[in-house]
C-alpha cells in the first residue's frame, strides 16, 4: 500500500510538469533549438530523442553552474572522442531520468524511501561519474602534454616562422594538445586564431589554456615575439614542474576512498564472514 | 586428484607449443624486443592488435599461443585453487587467472612508452651535445642509439637507429614524421618534430635554440618521472593488502570451524567477490597512479 502513495505521488507530480510546462514543438526555435537541433541538421536518435522531452524542463530550471561544469566535462570526453554529439542539457536529462527511475526501482525492490532515495542518488551520479572520469583523464594528459607542446611552439617561432604558421605546424603533434589545437583551427576558419583559441579556452575551462590564450594575444601584439614566446615557453615549463610535484602529493589522498571502497571494506567483510560463520550455525543450531 | 592428470596434460600441451611452435622470424629471449626489425614491424602493425601486443612486449610466439596460454592458466589456477578452496572462490581465481596475462600484455606496451620516456631526458641531452658539437641528424642519432644500447637493452635505441638509417636512404622529414608516427611515447614524436624543425631551419643557426628547448623539455620529463615514481609509491599498500589477506585465511583456516565455514556458500560467495573487488580496485588505483601526473 505504500508504494501506491509514492507512485501516486509520482504521477501527479508528473502530470504536473505535463499540464504546466509548454512541450517542445515540432520546429524548435530560440534557446532550445540548439539542444533539439544539432547545426548540421542531425536527427536526434536513441537515448538523446527518448529523453528529448525531458530537456526543456532541465534546461530551464538545472542552475546555471552545474550546466557550466557539465559542459566543460564534455567538452574534454569529447576531445577523447567519447560522448560524442552529447549536450549538457541532454547529459542533465539522462542524469534526471536515471534518478527517477532508480527511485522507481528502490521504492518497487525494497518500499522503503531511504534506498529510493540511495537508487535515485546513484541514477543521477552514475552518468556524471562515468563521463566525469573520461574528461578528467583526458583533461590531465593534456595538462602533463601542453608544456611540451609549448616548447615545439617556441622552437618553430625561433626558425623565424610567424606564430600563426606555428601553431599551424605543431597541430600536427601526435599528443592531445596537437588534436587541441587542430580543433581549434577547424573551428577558426575564417575567423581570428588567437580569438578562437580563447573562446576555445573558455569552453574547456581550464586555467592553463585559458592563461597560455591570453599571454598568446599578447605576444601577438608585442614586437620581440620570438623572446616572448621563449620566456612563455619557460614559465610554463617551470609551472609544470612545480605542479608535477604538488600532484603526485596529492595523489595518496585521492586514492583514500578506492581503498576503502576496494579493499578494507571486502578486507572486514571478508574476515567477519570467516569467523562470524560458525557463530551463526552454532547459534541457529541452539 | 584424477582431475590433475588432465590439467597437467594440458599445461604440458601448451608448454610445447609454446617453445616449439614456428616462429617467423628467428628471436631470442627478448631480444628481438629492441631490434631494429622489431621497430620496422611494429609500424605497419594495427596498435590493437595481439600480434602487435605481443611483439611490442617482446614475446616471441603466436596470437593463438598467447590465448591458449591464457585458457589453460586459467583453468591450471582454477582447479590448483579447488583443492585447498573449492567452489565459487577457486572459480574467481581461475577468471582472474585468465584476465591477467592479457592485463599484463597491455601494460608492458604501454611500459615501453614508459621507458621511452624514463631514457630520453639523457638521450635528448646527447642529442642536443652531438649536435651544438657539429655532428649531423642521422650521425647523432645513430651514435646515442648505440651509447644508449651499451648501458642496457631499451627500446630508445631501435627507434633512433632505425630512423638514422631512413634519413640516410630517404627523405629526412619523411623520416622524422616516420618516428613521429610510429612512436608510443608522446615526448619521442615531439622530439621528432623537434629536430624536423630543426633539419629544416638548416640546423646551425638552430643549434642554440634547440639547446635551450631541449634542456626545458629534459626538465620537464625529469620533473615528470620523479612524480610518477614518487606517485607509484601509493600502490604498496594496495599489493601489500592482498597478501595479508591471502596470509590470514591460510592461518585462520587451521582452526577446523573456520575450515568448515569456508566451504559454506555464503562464506564462498562473499571471498569471491573479495577477490574480484581487489583485482578491480587494483586496476583502478594503478590507473588512477598512472594518469595522476
Same mark, same amino acid.
Given at each position: 500500500?505504500?508504494?501506491?502513495?509514492?507512485?501516486?505521488?509520482?504521477?501527479?507530480?508528473?502530470?504536473?510538469?505535463?499540464?504546466?510546462?509548454?512541450?517542445?514543438?515540432?520546429?524548435?526555435?530560440?534557446?532550445?533549438?540548439?539542444?533539439?537541433?544539432?547545426?548540421?541538421?542531425?536527427?536526434?536518435?536513441?537515448?538523446?530523442?527518448?529523453?528529448? %522531452?525531458?530537456? /526543456?524542463?532541465?534546461?530551464?530550471?538545472?542552475?546555471?553552474?552545474?550546466?557550466?561544469?557539465?559542459?566543460?566535462?564534455?567538452?574534454?570526453?569529447?576531445?577523447?572522442?567519447?560522448? #560524442?554529439?552529447? #549536450?549538457?542539457?541532454?547529459?542533465?536529462?539522462?542524469?534526471?531520468?536515471?534518478?527517477?527511475?532508480?527511485?522507481?526501482?528502490?521504492?518497487?525492490?525494497?518500499?522503503? %524511501?531511504?534506498?529510493?532515495?540511495?537508487?535515485?542518488?546513484?541514477?543521477?551520479?552514475?552518468?556524471?561519474?562515468?563521463?566525469?572520469?573520461?574528461?578528467?583523464?583526458?583533461?590531465?594528459?593534456?595538462?602533463?602534454?601542453? %608544456?611540451?607542446?609549448?616548447?615545439?611552439?617556441?622552437?618553430?617561432?625561433?626558425?623565424?616562422?610567424? *606564430?600563426?604558421?606555428?601553431?599551424?605546424?605543431?597541430?600536427?603533434?601526435?599528443?592531445?594538445?596537437? /588534436?587541441?589545437?587542430?580543433?581549434?583551427?577547424?573551428?577558426?576558419?575564417?575567423?581570428?586564431?588567437?580569438?578562437?583559441?580563447?573562446?576555445?579556452?573558455?569552453?574547456?575551462?581550464?586555467?592553463?589554456?585559458?592563461?597560455?590564450?591570453?599571454?598568446?594575444?599578447?605576444?601577438?601584439?608585442?614586437?620581440?615575439?620570438?623572446?616572448? *614566446?621563449?620566456?612563455?615557453?619557460?614559465?610554463?615549463?617551470?609551472?609544470?614542474?612545480?605542479?608535477?610535484?604538488?600532484?603526485?602529493? /596529492?595523489?595518496?589522498?585521492?586514492?583514500?576512498?578506492?581503498?576503502?571502497?576496494?579493499?578494507?571494506? %571486502?578486507?572486514?567483510?571478508?574476515?567477519?564472514?570467516?569467523?562470524?560463520?560458525?557463530?551463526?550455525? #552454532?547459534?541457529?543450531?541452539? | 586428484?584424477?582431475?590433475?592428470?588432465? =590439467?597437467?596434460?594440458?599445461?604440458?600441451?601448451?608448454?610445447?607449443?609454446?617453445?616449439?611452435?614456428?616462429?617467423?622470424?628467428?628471436?631470442?629471449?627478448?631480444?628481438?624486443?629492441?631490434?631494429?626489425?622489431?621497430?620496422?614491424?611494429?609500424?605497419?602493425?594495427?596498435?590493437?592488435?595481439?600480434?602487435?601486443?605481443?611483439?611490442?612486449?617482446?614475446?616471441?610466439?603466436?596470437?593463438?599461443?598467447?590465448?591458449?596460454?591464457?585458457?589453460?592458466?586459467?583453468?591450471?589456477?582454477?582447479?590448483?585453487?579447488?583443492?585447498?578452496?573449492?567452489?565459487?572462490?577457486?572459480?574467481?581465481? @581461475?577468471?582472474?587467472?585468465?584476465?591477467?596475462?592479457?592485463?599484463?600484455?597491455?601494460?608492458?606496451?604501454?611500459?615501453? @612508452?614508459?621507458?621511452?620516456?624514463?631514457?630520453?631526458?639523457?638521450?635528448?641531452?646527447?642529442?642536443?651535445?652531438?649536435?651544438?658539437?657539429? @655532428?649531423?641528424?642521422?650521425?647523432?642519432?645513430?651514435?646515442?642509439?648505440?651509447?644508449?644500447?651499451?648501458?642496457?637493452?631499451?627500446?630508445?635505441?631501435?627507434?633512433? =637507429?632505425?630512423?638514422?638509417?631512413?634519413?640516410?636512404?630517404?627523405?629526412?622529414?619523411?623520416?622524422?614524421?616516420?618516428?613521429?608516427?610510429?612512436?608510443?611515447?608522446?615526448?619521442?614524436?615531439?622530439?621528432?618534430?623537434?629536430?624536423?624543425?630543426?633539419?629544416?631551419?638548416?640546423?646551425?643557426?638552430?643549434?642554440? =635554440?634547440?639547446?635551450?628547448?631541449?634542456?626545458?623539455?629534459?626538465?620537464?620529463?625529469?620533473?615528470?618521472?620523479?612524480?610518477?615514481?614518487?606517485?607509484?609509491?601509493?600502490?604498496?599498500?594496495?599489493?601489500?593488502?592482498?597478501?595479508?589477506?591471502?596470509?590470514?585465511?591460510?592461518?585462520?583456516?587451521?582452526?577446523?570451524?573456520?575450515?568448515?565455514?569456508?566451504?559454506?556458500?555464503?562464506?564462498?560467495?562473499?571471498?569471491?567477490?573479495?577477490?574480484?573487488?581487489?583485482?578491480?580496485?587494483?586496476?583502478?588505483?594503478?590507473?588512477?597512479?598512472?594518469?595522476?601526473?
Amino acid at each position: 500500500m505504500t508504494v501506491l502513495i509514492y507512485l501516486t505521488g509520482i504521477t501527479v507530480f508528473a502530470l504536473v510538469i505535463y499540464l504546466t510546462l509548454e512541450l517542445a514543438p515540432t520546429t524548435p526555435t530560440g534557446r532550445l533549438a540548439e539542444t533539439l537541433t544539432p547545426a548540421d541538421g542531425f536527427v536526434l536518435t536513441g537515448w538523446r530523442k527518448s529523453l528529448s %522531452p525531458l530537456d /526543456k524542463p532541465v534546461s530551464r530550471w538545472t542552475p546555471a553552474g552545474l550546466l557550466r561544469q557539465t559542459r566543460a566535462d564534455l567538452y574534454w570526453a569529447q576531445i577523447g572522442d567519447r560522448w #560524442n554529439e552529447w #549536450n549538457e542539457v541532454q547529459l542533465t536529462s539522462l542524469r534526471v531520468a536515471l534518478a527517477v527511475a532508480g527511485f522507481g526501482l528502490g521504492m518497487v525492490a525494497t518500499g522503503e %524511501p531511504l534506498f529510493a532515495l540511495i537508487g535515485g542518488l546513484f541514477g543521477f551520479q552514475y552518468p556524471a561519474m562515468v563521463m566525469g572520469g573520461i574528461a578528467r583523464r583526458y583533461r590531465r594528459q593534456f595538462i602533463a602534454q601542453l %608544456p611540451e607542446y609549448v616548447q615545439l611552439v617556441s622552437a618553430q617561432m625561433s626558425a623565424n616562422v610567424s *606564430m600563426e604558421e606555428a601553431l599551424r605546424r605543431t597541430s600536427q603533434a601526435q599528443s592531445l594538445a596537437g /588534436k587541441w589545437m587542430r580543433r581549434v583551427l577547424q573551428m577558426a576558419q575564417g575567423r581570428d586564431l588567437i580569438e578562437q583559441m580563447q573562446r576555445e579556452a573558455q569552453e574547456a575551462h581550464l586555467p592553463e589554456l585559458i592563461g597560455m590564450s591570453v599571454q598568446l594575444e599578447f605576444i601577438r601584439r608585442g614586437t620581440a615575439q620570438q623572446e616572448l *614566446m621563449g620566456q612563455l615557453a619557460t614559465s610554463i615549463a617551470a609551472d609544470y614542474i612545480g605542479s608535477a610535484e604538488q600532484r603526485a602529493e /596529492k595523489v595518496g589522498s585521492e586514492l583514500v576512498i578506492p581503498m576503502v571502497v576496494f579493499y578494507f571494506l %571486502p578486507f572486514l567483510v571478508t574476515l567477519l564472514a570467516v569467523i562470524g560463520w560458525p557463530i551463526v550455525q #552454532n547459534m541457529g543450531g541452539m | 586428484m584424477t582431475i590433475l592428470i588432465p =590439467v597437467v596434460g594440458l599445461l604440458c600441451t601448451t608448454l610445447v607449443l609454446l617453445l616449439w611452435y614456428p616462429k617467423p622470424t628467428r628471436t631470442g629471449k627478448l631480444a628481438d624486443l629492441y631490434t631494429v626489425d622489431s621497430a620496422r614491424t611494429l609500424s605497419s602493425l594495427n596498435q590493437k592488435s595481439l600480434d602487435y601486443k605481443l611483439l611490442a612486449a617482446g614475446l616471441a610466439m603466436k596470437p593463438v599461443t598467447f590465448r591458449l596460454l591464457c585458457v589453460a592458466a586459467g583453468i591450471g589456477g582454477a582447479v590448483i585453487t579447488w583443492l585447498f578452496l573449492p567452489g565459487l572462490p577457486a572459480i574467481v581465481v @581461475g577468471g582472474i587467472v585468465f584476465y591477467v596475462p592479457g592485463a599484463w600484455l597491455d601494460d608492458r606496451v604501454k611500459s615501453r @612508452g614508459r621507458k621511452i620516456d624514463q631514457l630520453l631526458p639523457i638521450g635528448i641531452g646527447r642529442i642536443a651535445a652531438g649536435l651544438l658539437a657539429g @655532428g649531423s641528424v642521422p650521425d647523432v642519432l645513430q651514435q646515442v642509439g648505440e651509447s644508449l644500447e651499451i648501458e642496457k637493452t631499451n627500446p630508445l635505441t631501435p627507434e633512433f =637507429v632505425l630512423t638514422a638509417s631512413e634519413m640516410r636512404i630517404k627523405d629526412r622529414v619523411e623520416a622524422l614524421r616516420g618516428l613521429a608516427a610510429r612512436s608510443p611515447s608522446v615526448s619521442l614524436a615531439n622530439l621528432a618534430q623537434l629536430l624536423e624543425g630543426y633539419t629544416e631551419a638548416g640546423g646551425r643557426a638552430y643549434t642554440g =635554440v634547440l639547446m635551450d628547448i631541449s634542456m626545458r623539455v629534459q626538465q620537464i620529463l625529469i620533473a615528470r618521472n620523479r612524480a610518477q615514481a614518487k606517485a607509484g609509491d601509493s600502490l604498496v599498500s594496495a599489493k601489500v593488502l592482498q597478501a595479508v589477506l591471502v596470509l590470514i585465511l591460510i592461518y585462520l583456516s587451521q582452526d577446523p570451524m573456520v575450515r568448515a565455514s569456508l566451504n559454506a556458500i555464503p562464506v564462498q560467495i562473499v571471498i569471491g567477490v573479495t577477490m574480484a573487488a581487489m583485482v578491480a580496485g587494483y586496476v583502478i588505483i594503478r590507473s588512477m597512479i598512472m594518469e595522476a601526473v
